[in-house]
């Protein structure tokens, strides 16, 4: 595959604050069309993602929404980013999982996190101590239910006797992939053969992923990397998209804040609440150009982190979907054939 041959997808998180509170159910069935337009434009993936008891209705569902998604598509690949696996039974996401697998044909991307947002461990009542011991437990089930064996099970935290599931995914082999900003993260995504999930400017993680696979006698070529930034939207007139948009993504950015804070990471990553203005939601990662300079963003991404799938948000919490229309359709008609044209 040629360095510009990207796979592009658009992520979702149906949100809806309440300050711009929307009808939940005709916010979804918007979004669904949307999606539905979206694989008559050509993007190859749809990525969906997950937190618990927020108030704006941040999914904490993927997998009944992605069953949603694959009822009403035929091409574009279902993907999570990320799945927060140790608040979840392992073999009820198997299940569950295979089952969109069968529903689509074949149009599984199984993304899996350990997890950091206070709330949701001690609302789940799970102990944050035990995220890394759960996540390499329910990996290795999960690879090994897809895979089709029966088998019994001991861990730590899990133990079954004599299960297999049914059915079983339509894929040979679903390929995982896990995401995180640690260097345990990256390094467990390279033992157990999994690809990795990227957020923002991630060089670091994608090159510790890289050497770390090297390390270990894998193929580059038998792996992949999937980022982006949070935002890179694409306009004519991006003076008046930053009017419009700016309240709502500095919204995004400050719950992100908040919650990385209260898991007191905040430090490690350098995080801070901003203002919603252009130049503060820049430096974190929020871009709204035209499509050539959206073109030469990108291009310095997959540089940088030899991602093989791109990927940003499509709808800012509390806008419409229909808001993201110009933006999707510009990278249809020129951002994404300009790489089309790349291939080596």
């Known amino acids: 595959m040629g360095k510009y041959d990207i796979k592009f997808g658009v992520w979702y998180d149906f949100r809806n604050p309440p300050q711009w509170r929307q009808d939940p159910t005709a916010l979804y069935?918007?979004?669904?069309?949307?999606?539905?337009?979206?694989?008559?434009?050509?993007?190859?993936?749809v990525w969906l993602s997950e937190h618990h008891f927020i108030e704006d209705g941040y999914s904490p569902s993927m997998l009944p929404i992605g069953c949603a998604i694959a009822a009403r598509t035929e091409k574009i690949r279902i993907g999570t980013s990320l799945l927060l696996l140790p608040l979840h039974h392992p073999v009820q996401v198997a299940e569950d999982a295979a089952t969109l697998d069968v529903i689509s044909g074949g149009r599984l991307e199984l993304g899996l996190g350990v997890g950091y947002r206070v709330e949701e461990f001690a609302g789940m009542n799970v102990d944050p101590k035990e995220r890394a011991q759960r996540m390499d437990e329910g990996v290795e089930i999960i690879q090994r239910l897809f895979a089709g064996e029966r088998f019994s099970f001991n861990g730590l935290h899990y133990q079954y006797k004599d299960i297999e599931i049914f059915p079983k995914p339509v894929q040979k082999k679903v390929y995982l992939r896990m995401g995180g900003f640690s260097r345990s993260a990256v390094r467990r995504a390279a033992r157990m053969d999994c690809g990795f999930l990227l957020l923002g400017p991630a060089a670091e993680w994608a090159q510790l992923y890289w050497s770390e696979l090297d390390r270990l006698g894998k193929s580059r070529e038998d792996h992949s990397v999937a980022g982006g930034y949070m935002w890179v939207h694409v306009s004519r007139d991006p003076k008046?998209?930053?009017?419009?948009?700016?309240?709502?993504?500095?919204?995004?950015?400050?719950?992100?804040?908040?919650?990385?804070?209260?898991?007191?990471?905040?430090?490690?990553?350098?995080i801070q609440e901003v203002e919603a203005s252009q130049e503060a939601l820049e430096a974190n990662s929020c871009f709204i150009l035209e499509p050539d300079e959206a073109i030469a963003k990108i291009k310095g991404y997959i540089d940088a982190t030899g991602a093989d799938h791109w990927y940003t948000w499509a709808v800012p919490p509390g806008m419409h979907p229909s808001w993201s229309e110009e933006h999707l359709e510009l990278m249809a008609t020129e951002v994404i054939p300009a790489f089309r044209a790349m291939k080596d």
């Open 29 to 45: 069935k918007a979004s669904f069309d949307q999606i539905v337009r979206v694989e008559d434009m050509g993007f190859e993936n």
């Open 240 to 270: 008046k998209r930053w009017k419009e948009v700016a309240p709502h993504w500095a919204y995004q950015q400050n719950l992100y804040t908040k919650w990385i804070s209260g898991a007191g990471m905040a430090n490690t990553y350098g």
